[in-house]
């Protein structure tokens, strides 16, 4: 598919210019326009209190948990606008967020996690079923199923938490930061299964990281933003050739030398 | 509107900790002042008594409160006992032949020391089983006050408060009980205004936000949380004592129940946790509003010519009471200083920011 | 003092705090689906209790017919409370959502007295007031009753939380945020527990109406139903259960031992002491989760 087609197919998530207010005061993200085109994985860049999380949060309408809002500007899931609709009824179309720091059910089972998230509708069986298939995708869950979720171990909450998504029959599944705190060959281990479910069910991810390195390897395009805006978006080789990108994010580049911070700052500037 | 500033613009730590920020705030203190010393001579003395005297008592009983509440942050709901041992100290020992200014001394100590046992659970636990605990050493003192005939007479029983007099001077008029109360509102007030500026306000809110990470900086958790405690119940108990000298002139165990420390920490939370002028605020609502709102509802109803039950009009003021720290919660949760402050906030520059739009 | 008459004292007890639970339920259902402390259950049990008289008494239905459209009626107002009072203070910190229980707790025991009026009235559920004879002991009839009222409730609400809603509720005890991530309704998980506590009040105001009459009154069951619900462990419902048994013996036979001494009303202090003690040594209770920390 060339890009040309890519982008006349009608995206599976369009965010136009957004902006997020919360308390009515602080705005979070001025403007921000991404595009997840449908059975896409793209990764969302940038450094902490870029307004990363506030993107995903103003997708999935946890927003108004926090006591913000999308004050202007929309967002359309498949077609449809989804701006200011509950999150509940968001999850059901198909958006799960997988939010930060694996939000597990301490006190509930891994078992019981996944039983949680089922939407009502779905049969016993067909959640057993679908039990089976995120217990084969993690088999490390399948192992301790029946333990406090609270006792696991870092990775396995995580994976817990991308399985709980899961079974919420998510086309777009958005993961904030699922790389934090985890060892590298657990962030390996995971963002391998999450390709592997991308590749095999169609389902689109937005995901979020700090890791660029990590995160480029498995996406196809990127956005980064900084400062509430979006100052940067491309492939995820251009990115990753980009020289900024390499100085800041993927701790490359042409080591310290202060002629591209003061480049990279002054275009900070002008685009912000 | 009354506000003519543009913005407050502190250049140094001083500036910053004044008590009044703006010229216009101290104005209003002093305003505020004139008006209290000179309202024996404007308000007739029946609403003087009934209304504005316990009105002054119990604002200075919900600072006392919103100190250990609202800065120290610790639930409280035992305040009406230690209320009840400062003023059963007190009147006994005035009973017994101490002057009253020692007297009421006496019954802010004993408090502070019956207040500090409530620290001690402070300690151990917090947020909703501090709450519980508190609750339920209430019931103890509750208890212990009306099995103890020595203390209390038994429970049913009233024990008469000998007549207030400080410095010599026996205090009999409606005026001179307005100014005792007065005066000891205005004291503690002062004092709460002080404590929002010193090292002693910083650490217990450094306490309240999260007390191991003010161990960290050195703050000794233990050390101010019985601190709190000790100073709170100090006014608690001087506010009791005053409430049955100047206002009940008997002591019952009724008048410390249960309902009163609920009714207190309503007041606090109404008012809004840390907010001084708020707990004025709240404690006018909730002691004065009820009492409005049936009398309103009792004489519509009677000149509307509908008969009302006896016993509707008996628990109308306990429904409306319930009602209002609900409305008040949902309205605002931070309570009415909250609310205060943001009409102060608008009327700041109004009505010129109509222009704007 | 013989052993009979000791026994007689626990069986009794044991009933009596069997009641307790039943009331206690209502505060623990909703904690373990919200984690809210619910102060409100007294004010609820009140109202409960006299709406079902007000059914039977007023509009003249059978007791058959008043004490299910009652428990109807207070389902309906559960929702109602959730959806008017809570969902604002979804997140607040716990004074505020405390004080705003303690807040209807007093509005609806107000508003209740305002209506109906404050004098006693009795439900007469037609359970003898003769008391049974188990060999040389004598049990309360209606003890009895309301033990088996509990019990059955406590099976009922073991099976709910195991259910697909039931593990719901229990996620949403858990974490608000992520409750919402997946797509559960914190809004109406919350309204559905308070629903059930209310209709748990009916129970418990019906049976604890036919013993001690159906006056305010029965708001004071409060702290006896936060002691029960606190020993037992905030979110435990098997713990309110035990805890209620144990509360009952412990303050019936303690009660037996201490009014002499104290020249009577000892109970209240043994209950009180109960809280303390409990709070201060294991305040998660004897069932209750600890919030768990990873090693």
Request: neutral net charge; charged residues 15%.
């Amino acid at each position: 598919m060339s890009i040309q087609e890519k982008s006349e197919a009608l995206p599976i998530l369009s965010m136009n210019s957004v902006e997020v207010l919360y308390d009515n005061v602080m705005l979070a993200i001025k403007g921000v326009s991404i595009q997840v085109p449908r059975g896409d994985m793209v990764a969302l860049l940038g450094s902490n209190g870029a307004g990363k999380s506030t993107t995903l949060k103003a997708i999935s309408g946890l927003l108004k948990a926090e006591r913000g809002r999308v004050s202007r500007g929309e967002i359309r899931f498949d077609g449809t606008d989804i701006t200011e609709m509950l999150a509940q009824k968001r999850v059901e179309m198909g958006i799960c967020h997988v939010i930060e720091g694996r939000r597990v059910f301490e006190h509930l089972t891994p078992d019981e996690n996944l039983t949680a998230a089922a939407p009502m509708s779905m049969s016993r069986s067909a959640l057993n079923a679908e039990k089976e298939k995120i217990y084969t995708y993690f088999p490390r869950l399948a192992e301790r199923r029946n333990s406090a979720a609270g006792y696991l171990s870092g990775g396995e909450q995580q994976m817990l938490a991308i399985g709980r998504a899961l079974v919420t029959q998510p086309r777009l599944l958005m993961l904030d930061e699922p790389s934090l705190g985890l060892a590298p060959f657990l962030v390996e281990e995971i963002f391998g299964i999450i390709s592997q479910i991308n590749r095999q069910e169609g389902m689109s991810v937005l995901l979020v990281e700090q890791n660029a390195l990590a995160a480029l390897e498995i996406v196809s395009e990127g956005y980064l933003i900084e400062n509430g805006r979006v100052v940067m978006h491309g492939t995820a080789e251009a990115l990753k050739a980009n020289s900024d990108i390499q100085e800041f994010y993927l701790g490359g580049g042409e080591g310290t030398d202060f002629h591209n911070v003061k480049h990279y700052s002054r275009r900070k500037r002008w685009l912000s | 509107m009354f506000y003519r500033l543009s913005g407050v613009h502190h250049a140094d730590y001083v500036s910053d900790s004044r008590i009044y920020k703006v010229p216009a705030d101290r104005n209003l203190a002093v305003f505020i002042l004139v008006i209290g010393l000179a309202a024996p001579f404007i308000i007739p003395s029946l609403y003087l008594n009934s209304y504005i005297l316990p009105w002054l008592i119990w604002s200075a009983a919900a600072l006392g409160l919103n100190l250990v509440t609202g800065w120290a942050g610790q639930l409280h709901l035992g305040y009406a006992a230690v209320m009840a041992v400062g003023a059963y100290s007190a009147i006994h020992a005035a009973r017994f032949g101490v002057p009253w200014e020692f007297a009421l001394i006496i019954g802010g100590l004993a408090s502070s020391v019956i207040g500090s046992l409530f620290a001690f659970a402070a300690l151990r636990v917090k947020g909703l089983y501090l709450a519980l605990t508190t609750l339920a050493m209430q019931f103890v003192m509750d208890w212990v006050l009306t099995h103890s005939p020595a203390i209390t007479g038994g429970s049913h029983a009233s024990l008469q408060s000998p007549t207030l007099a400080l410095l010599g001077q026996p205090i009999t008029s409606d005026a001179g009980y307005y100014y005792v109360a007065f005066g000891w509102c205005l004291m503690v007030t002062i004092f709460m205004l002080n404590l929002k500026r010193s090292a002693l306000g910083r650490a217990l809110v450094a306490v309240r936000e999260k007390d191991y990470a003010a161990a960290i900086l050195g703050v000794n958790s233990f050390y101010y949380k019985i601190l709190a405690f000790a100073t709170s119940s100090f006014i608690a108990g001087v506010s009791g004592a005053l409430l049955v000298a100047a206002f009940f002139f008997l002591a019952a165990p009724e008048q410390f129940s249960v309902a009163v420390s609920i009714q207190v920490l309503a007041m606090v939370i109404v008012g809004g946790l840390g907010s001084i002028i708020g707990t004025y605020f709240g404690v006018a609502l909730i002691l004065l509003v009820p009492g409005i709102v049936n009398g309103i509802f009792a004489t519509t109803s009677a000149n509307l010519g509908l008969q009302v039950d006896v016993e509707t009009l008996a628990h109308m003021p306990n429904a409306v009471y319930g009602a209002l720290i609900v409305i008040i919660l949902l309205i605002e949760p931070l309570g009415l200083g909250k609310l205060y402050g943001n009409i102060r906030d608008y009327l700041m520059i109004w009505p010129f920011d109509q222009f704007r739009k | 003092m013989d052993l009979i008459f000791l026994t007689e004292l626990a069986i009794n007890g044991a009933l009596t705090g069997l009641l307790y639970s039943l009331f206690a339920i209502g505060l623990v259902l909703i904690y373990k689906a919200s984690s809210v402390p619910n102060l409100a259950q007294g004010g609820l049990t009140m109202l409960a209790a006299y709406v079902v008289l007000a059914l039977a008494r007023d509009v003249g239905m059978p007791l058959w017919v008043a004490i299910p459209l009652a428990a109807l009626l207070m389902f309906g107002l559960g929702f109602g409370i959730e959806r008017v009072a809570l969902r604002r203070l979804a997140g607040r910190p716990v004074i505020m959502i405390l004080m705003m229980t303690l807040g209807l707790d007093i509005f609806l025991r107000g508003a209740t007295l305002a209506i109906w009026g404050g004098t006693s009235r009795s439900v007469e559920l037609g359970v003898g007031y003769d008391p049974l004879l188990l060999g040389d002991i004598f049990i309360s009839r209606i003890h009895l009753v309301g033990a088996a009222v509990a019990i059955a409730l406590f099976g009922a609400f073991l099976v709910f939380f195991r259910s697909r809603t039931g593990i719901k509720l229990r996620a949403i005890a858990d974490d608000y945020m992520a409750s919402w991530s997946v797509g559960i309704s914190v809004e109406r998980g919350v309204g559905l527990s308070w629903a059930l506590a209310s209709v748990v009040a009916v129970a418990a105001g019906v049976i604890w109406g036919e013993i001690q009459g159906v006056d305010q009154a029965l708001s004071l069951l409060l702290l006896k139903g936060l002691t029960v619900a606190v020993l037992g462990g905030l979110d435990s419902i098997l713990g309110a259960i035990i805890a209620g048994i144990i509360l009952g013996i412990v303050e019936n036979v303690g009660a037996e031992f201490l009014d002499p001494l104290v020249g009577g009303g000892s109970r209240e202090l043994i209950v009180a002491a109960v809280l303390i003690l409990t709070v201060m040594i294991r305040p998660h209770g004897l069932f209750g989760r600890h919030d768990i920390e990873r090693v």
